[in-house]
């Protein structure tokens, strides 16, 4: 055999393993989290039983409900609508398993946008999935894509317009599930998804609806709810109750002219109260230096540190970053506060929930203390 010949078998042997490798883990990534349903959870459907067309789509998701005494009140926590800030969907994660409900109904959607947990983004370097440790044993998550898989929705147009309002933005945003609402029910599958969740809120007479997201340390709206303004009283009563614990956090009212995202479109076109919050997630930033399931966890990053030293960032960073647990517990408290905020105000229709986990319980046990064992 010529030596040429020998050189290209090898290659080709070479390429086949290299390919079978990354194409097993590609397909890792399609395989949903174990998400353990919690003594506090009544019933699990699937989005698509409020819009059908999403049945058997890689849009349709999972939607854990917690009934209590029926008073007409209902809560919606939106986790996972960008996949890749994972304190969104590990706080949605944490309700479900601990949340037990008492008076009014708790709607939860860990994985909005469930294409988005099924790849990452390219060329971030980002984990595929991340570990936490629990007394019973390690649990796994995804660290997904921030948008929609293009193998779901494809091709991209190269200007993306939001179909209610006409806004354009860059074609990648049309996977964006937080820019196409209300959506729409011949649209995009991104559309569908957002068209769902709407229908589940307007069928539901979903009181409040909140939505989970982490962003970059160097974006300005961090550490902060942002609010539709028939929803600014209830958060600005939420912030108090929250800075009255030390948490430091902002209150932003959502800008009339950016459309498609849930704290402006499900006020406008729904009759729910809309939320949303961000913590701070060095891992999407990009000011990052290493990208590892470590900086996922505890948000260490000394390039952090020197950007908050130089005036760059709108959060604190110090070399304690920002853990998990930290994040986490911000979602989750809020949360709390917010169903506070609402009894505060209507006593006579409360949301009542027992067996929250409480900001300083998460920070000393950590979030696996909460996470219950994998069956
Ligand atoms: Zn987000």
């Known amino acids: 055999m010529q ?38 959870v009544t019933e699990i459907k699937m989005l698509s039983e409020w819009f059908p067309d999403l049945k058997g789509s890689p849009g349709d998701t999972e939607v854990y409900i917690m009934e209590g005494a029926d008073n007409g009140v209902s809560m919606l926590v939106l986790g996972g609508t960008h996949p890749n800030e994972p304190a969104s969907h590990l706080a949605a994660i944490l309700l479900i398993e601990n949340f037990l409900p008492r008076t009014g109904t708790l709607y939860v959607i860990p994985r909005a946008n469930a294409s988005g947990f099924t790849a990452n983004d390219p060329q971030e370097g980002a984990p595929q999935h991340f570990t936490i440790e629990t007394p019973n044993g390690l649990r796994v998550f995804s660290y997904g894509s921030r948008a929609t898989n293009p193998i779901h929705q494809w091709p991209d147009p190269n200007i993306y317009i939001h179909a209610s309002s006409g806004q354009t933005l860059s074609g990648s945003e049309t996977r964006n599930l937080n820019r196409g609402y209300p959506g729409r029910a011949d649209g995009t599958l991104t559309e569908k998804v957002c068209y769902g969740i709407v ?19 160097e974006y300005p709206v961090i550490n902060a709810i942002v609010a539709h303004p028939k929803a600014m009283q209830l958060a600005s009563d939420t912030v108090l109750g929250l800075e009255m614990q030390d948490i430091k956090i902002s209150l932003e009212p959502s800008p009339v002219n950016l459309r498609g995202l849930t704290h402006r479109e499900l006020g406008d076109f729904t009759d729910t109260l809309p939320l949303l919050m961000e913590t701070a997630n060095a891992s999407q930033g990009r000011l990052r230096g290493r990208t590892d399931e470590a900086l996922v966890l505890t948000g260490k990053d000394k390039w952090y540190v020197r950007a908050a030293k130089l005036g760059r960032l709108y959060v604190p960073y110090d070399e304690n970053g920002h853990p998990i647990e930290e994040r986490v517990g911000r979602h989750v408290t809020a949360i709390a506060e917010i169903i506070n905020s609402w009894n505060w105000e209507h006593p006579e229709t409360p949301l009542e929930f027992d067996n929250i986990p409480g900001y300083e319980d998460l920070l000393s046990k950590g979030l696996g203390a909460y996470l219950l064992p994998v069956q």
């Open 3 to 40: 030596k040429h010949t020998i050189t290209a078998i090898i290659c080709l042997a070479g390429a086949i393993v290299a390919s079978a490798i990354a194409g097993s883990s590609f397909l890792a990534m399609r395989k949903p989290d174990k998400i353990i349903r919690g003594p506090g």
């Open 199 to 217: 229908q589940l809120i307007k069928e539901q007479k979903v009181t409040i609806t909140v939505d989970l997201h982490e962003a970059s340390p």
